[in-house]
């Protein structure tokens, strides 16, 4: 992996663009099922470009998302880190996945940080009394396949490295 | 820490204030292209409730001179006028389990923790963190909420918990025997020290007398427009909070051993 760090300003765009969806307000009904904007992107780019996109980038983004929500400080930062561990770890499998395959993962993927979320926020004395929180890891994983595809193309178009 | 953290938002301020790109430019449209019927109508509205409220506002010149004689005569408490600051709502927490929103107003603003917020209706909230340019506001129907509020009609003096729904609250440690009824407004009683007394919080929507519970089950709906209010009101209080102490001390309210005494207290601190 010798080559240079060529329009790195993209992978920011995005995550500036997840953070910034999972921010919007939205009526309420819709809000449960918020895709996780942030780790979808995050999954992406570690799978796309392991030795740029890491754990450390995802514990800086994770406290962007902390503060971002008022939550727990380092929750988010902590969840997301392991995402990107577990991902820089499959990275190569991954790549070679079907969409649906990955998706599959997603799902668990993102499961496991709604749970790490849930459980903090049960610590803080605020966590659901229903599985409904589950709700956004099954919507990230629909739109996992159409924001692949996306983020690919953009990759590929700007050269991303 | 919590005084450090707000300046940790001075990072994503201008994230937030890029989502509320839209929406204020929603507004400007349309209030740009408003046709004059509209205008006019909304005018003639607001003619007529300045001509009602300056009405109230006669009455009340003349019940304040009356009430600081009294009060006086009691010997009691000052009751100062409030400092009151205009504040725009610019985020709302996505999480739907924390109920919190964000405001254009910081410490350059003069914004201090655990300040009162407010909107036209009601009590809305206080902050809980307070950055230069923004703060977050913990709504009442914040599952970590309290109030100390009273019942306007018999004094009778209760905790209003929030507890994770919009369009509900609840009073704890209502006792079956307790003076309350359904549509009972409920004012803040300002025990706790955080929040300015005389408020109007909420209305008393349901009362459930279970035998089967040693309290009544009562619920209340908040009078301020929660999700919709886009502008809102900081309450400076000129005397200093009574208890100084970490954000989840609202809870420091009046006993609800005294709660059994709720006729002997309406004759004691209640309305004649």
Known sequence: MAAAPHNRWVILLTFLLALMLSAMPLPEYVEWGRPQWVALTLIYWVAALPNRVGP?????????????????????????AVIAYIIQLLHRRFRMYPVWQQAMLVLVLIGTYQMALQWAQTLTGTGSDTLLFLLPSLISTLIWPWLFVVLRSVRRALQVR | MAHYRG???????????????????????????????????????????????????????????ENARL??????????????????????????????????KGLRDGAYLGQPVLDEN?????????????????????????LPVQVDRSGFRALLLGNGSKQSLRLDHVPDTADIQVGDLLLSSGLGGRFPAGYPVAEVSEIVHDPGRPFALVRAVPRARLDKSRHLLLVTRQEPPLLDGPIADPVAAPPTASAPASSGSSASGGQP
Not at chain 2, 122 to 146: C, F, K, W
Request: charged share 20%; proline share 3%; aromatic share 4%.
């Open chain 2, 71 to 104: 009060r006086l005569l009691l010997n009691g408490s000052r009751r100062l006028d409030e400092r009151v600051q205009l504040a725009e709502l610019i985020g709302v927490n996505a999480d739907p389990f924390i109920h919190q929103i964000v405001i254009n």
């Open chain 2, 7 to 65: 300046y940790l938002t001075l990072l994503v301020t201008p994230v937030q204030w890029l989502v509320d790109v839209p929406t204020r430019v929603w507004m400007t449209v349309n209030s740009k292209i408003t046709d004059r019927d509209a205008l006019q109508q909304e005018n003639g509205r607001l003619r007529s409730d300045i001509l009602l409220m300056s009405r109230q506002l006669q009455r009340m010149d003349d019940l304040t001179t």
């Open chain 1, 56 to 80: 450390w980038q995802a514990w800086m983004l994770g406290l962007l998302l902390d503060i971002l929500q008022g939550s727990l400080l380092g929750i988010h930062a902590l969840s997301l």
């Open chain 2, 122 to 146: 009601g009590i809305m909230g206080q902050l809980v963190e307070v950055g230069p340019y923004t703060s977050r506001v913990l709504l009442i129907t914040d599952n970590q909420h309290a």
